[in-house]
């Protein structure tokens, strides 16, 4: 259960916007957590509005059910948002029974819209209270396509596992700017070692207060997603090639290895941040704003990497809202840019290099699918095999392909879903 705590009528409405933004469209989450509203509030206040928006988008599942077990017929939808908040003010952010629905009536009366609704918001939390719903339940806490779909692909027991890590709240991953000071900053940041090397810690609050950060001694990263970038097998001396870079840990983690890299974006914003991390860590990069499938420039690398645009459904631990967002139709869209991008960065290969892909969803179309057709339609490249632990991956991630799907349940306290491919280039590729 999330911690206790409390605040006022601006927190809520600066939550009850952001729940909005976050099932209404894609990235909604990502700019309303960006938003005026939400950034001017006082800490106590904006911690307590994320807190209500998140725990609300892991247990959406669930929390709906119980609604719609007390509902006649389907309020507003903004009706609905504010129900969804007292639900988790009551149950989920351990509140006073009263204090969630008087505050959530207070939530309702505010606007015009929904004051016409405040005594179904009174009504429909006070039953639940009187018959407390179960929140935590896996058959329900993703969207019932997806479950399908993860069933079919790895089985009922697997994706029950993965379901359930949507209601954890995650802990922070952060990588070493360099291996000799893992053990350091594990004492600094009272972190737990994970391969890698990877820490992980159960810190909260603002990363650019903690130790080490302001010096560039490491970068947040979940562990599943510094994988990719080790398997390049970069080094000193060696050209590599970060395709849809940003926000940037891949191509630091490149850089602190010594590699000469290029990372290519086609965000300017998204950049910019990659710049100033970059310049945190003390490291360099070539900076480029293009579309990766249409940069036009002649050279080839040692290594690429494209970390290809997907339906990101791997990543619902730090951003639940996509598995909500996420629609069937947005596999099948984005398959026509992976295909695209992958072809573009074999082209980027130099004889004998090595090309990895990955993407952070768990659809085997965006993932083992992508890299079968592409070998099936790119002469002279082969799998690479992945070597069991190799780049820090859980054994159980390994496939016998010799790449790795890695599911959030495959470590401990989970990781996001991830698959990741090493392809090489024959010398005499053409």
């Known amino acids: 259960m999330t911690q206790k705590t409390e605040s006022g009528l601006p927190a809520r409405l600066a939550a009850l916007d952001l729940l909005a933004a976050a099932l209404s469209r894609r990235a909604g989450l ?28 892991r247990h959406l599942g669930p929390i709906d059910r119980a609604l719609d077990a007390k509902l006649s017929r389907p309020p507003p939808e903004a009706v609905r948002h504010i129900l969804r908040l007292g639900v988790v003010q009551a149950f989920l952010l351990d509140q006073p029974a009263h204090a969630a629905v008087s505050t959530s009536v207070d939530l309702a009366a505010s606007r015009r819209e929904t004051r016409p609704f405040k005594g179904l918001v009174n009504a429909v939390l006070r039953g639940l209270l009187r018959e407390p719903p179960k929140l935590d339940d896996p058959d329900t806490l993703a969207p019932d396509w997806l479950l399908a779909r993860w069933r079919a692909a790895f089985g009922a027991e697997a994706a029950q596992a993965i379901a359930a890590e949507i209601a954890r709240e995650p802990a922070t991953d952060v990588t070493p700017r360099a291996d000799a000071d893992a053990a350091d900053l594990a004492a600094l940041l009272e972190a737990e070692p994970l391969p890698g090397p990877m820490l992980r810690t159960q810190r909260r609050g603002d990363v650019a207060g903690w130790p080490g950060y302001a010096e560039g001694r490491w970068w947040v990263q979940d562990a599943s997603a510094a994988i990719p970038a080790r398997l390049t097998g970069a080094k000193a001396g060696e050209t590599v090639l970060d395709l849809c870079a940003a926000p940037g840990g891949k191509t630091l983690q490149l850089a602190a290895a010594g590699a000469t890299v290029t990372a290519v974006d086609r965000s300017a914003a998204r950049l910019k941040r990659l710049s100033e991390n970059l310049e945190r860590a003390g490291l360099s990069a070539e900076v480029v704003c293009a579309d990766a499938g249409a940069w036009e420039d002649e050279r080839q690398f040692d290594a690429v990497l494209l970390d290809a645009p997907c339906s990101a459904t791997g990543t619902f631990r730090r951003h639940p809202d996509v598995l909500w967002a996420a629609r069937p139709s947005d596999i099948a869209s984005l398959a026509g840019a992976q295909s695209r991008l992958l072809d573009a960065a074999g082209r980027r290969v130099r004889p004998g290099g090595r090309l990895v892909y990955c993407v952070c969803s768990l659809e085997p179309e965006e993932g083992e699918a992508q890299v079968e ?39 401990a306290g989970g990781t996001d879903g991830f698959f990741i491919a090493r392809l090489v280039r024959s010398e005499g590729g053409s």
Do not use: K, Y
């Open 30 to 57: 990502e700019e309303g957590l960006a938003a005026p509203a939400l950034r001017d509030l006082p800490p106590r206040d904006r911690a307590f509005a994320r807190a209500l928006v998140m725990a609300s988008l």
């Open 373 to 411: 057709a592409f070998l099936t339609r790119t002469p002279g490249f082969a799998v690479d095999p992945i070597a069991p632990g190799e780049g820090g991956a859980p054994d159980a991630s390994l496939t016998p392909r010799g790449t790795l799907r890695v599911l959030p349940h495959h470590r």
